[in-house]
């Protein structure tokens, strides 16, 4: 079952990537890790640097995927995205966290995709 999820992950930051840069924002970097945690994708919209969460599901059976960015995950994104800003050097930037839901059906290709700006704040 952690394989089937993965793929799906991945197809979902796949789908993410190509939407992002449909709406003007550029990628500039994905999957970033360090000890904290992981980023899904980190991207610049405008003046701000966008730290992005992307959550894929087929369906919306246990909710909406972005009702599984709980505190906790925010918090590690949270953390994880002071861990990049202080790497690259990155002061003098605007940031905002950002979620991308991704809903997957089995009747056609065409995923259902949400961006929501500014979904949380620590």
Do not use: W
């Not at 050097?89 to 949400?114: A, G, Y």
């Amino acid at each position: 079952m952690h394989s089937f999820n993965k793929d799906i992950g991945s197809l979902g930051e796949e789908i993410a990537e190509t939407y992002l840069r449909q709406v003007g924002y550029t990628v500039l970097d994905r999957n970033f890790r360090c000890k904290i945690g992981e980023i899904d994708i980190i991207g610049r919209d405008g003046d701000y640097i966008c730290f992005i969460e992307v959550k894929t599901r087929y369906g919306s059976i246990y909710g909406s995927p972005c009702e599984a960015v709980n505190y906790s995950k925010q918090r590690r994104i949270y953390k994880t995205a002071e861990a990049y800003i202080m790497r690259k050097k990155l002061f003098k930037f605007n940031f905002r966290f950002d979620v991308i839901e991704i809903i997957l059906n089995n009747s056609n290709n065409t995923p259902s995709i949400r961006l929501i700006k500014d979904a949380f704040q620590i």
